[in-house]
């Protein structure tokens, strides 16, 4: 059975950083493509950054130089790097996996975690 699971959030004040983890149990996790999602109250998922088997990202426009995506085969781990947090960082962030698709479509993905809570305080 596969398993995400996420750590890492928390509260934080605007400006500052957090570093997200995910461990994945239950499939070999160099072959999936990865990934992260907010989500924000009232608002859709949305993709944050995704990273595939070669390690080329892709990232949203709103995060781009802020957070850093990167992944560890050997431990099965992927990272989310969030410096320059603002506000509108707020939400649930959830890890995801996929074999192959799209990144960046949430519907495209086949395992997800169940999230961790970031705040950012102004």
């Known amino acids: 059975q596969v398993q995400l699971v996420e750590s890492g959030g928390g509260l934080v004040q605007a400006g500052g950083s957090l570093r997200l983890s995910c461990a994945a149990s239950?499939?070999?996790?160099?072959?999936?493509?990865l990934g992260w999602f907010r989500q924000a109250p009232g608002k859709e998922r949305e993709l944050v950054a995704a990273i595939n088997i070669g390690s080329m990202t892709y990232y949203a426009d709103s995060v781009k130089g802020r957070f850093t995506v990167s992944r560890d085969n050997a431990k099965n781990m992927v990272a989310l790097q969030m410096s320059s947090l603002k506000p509108e960082d707020t939400a649930v962030y959830y890890c995801?996996?996929?074999?192959?698709?799209?990144?960046?479509?949430?519907?495209?993905?086949?395992?997800w975690g169940q999230g961790t809570q970031v705040t950012v305080s102004s």
């Open positions: 239950g499939h070999s996790w160099s072959n999936y493509l």
């Open positions: 995801a996996s996929q074999r192959t698709g799209n990144p960046m479509i949430a519907s495209e993905y086949d395992y």
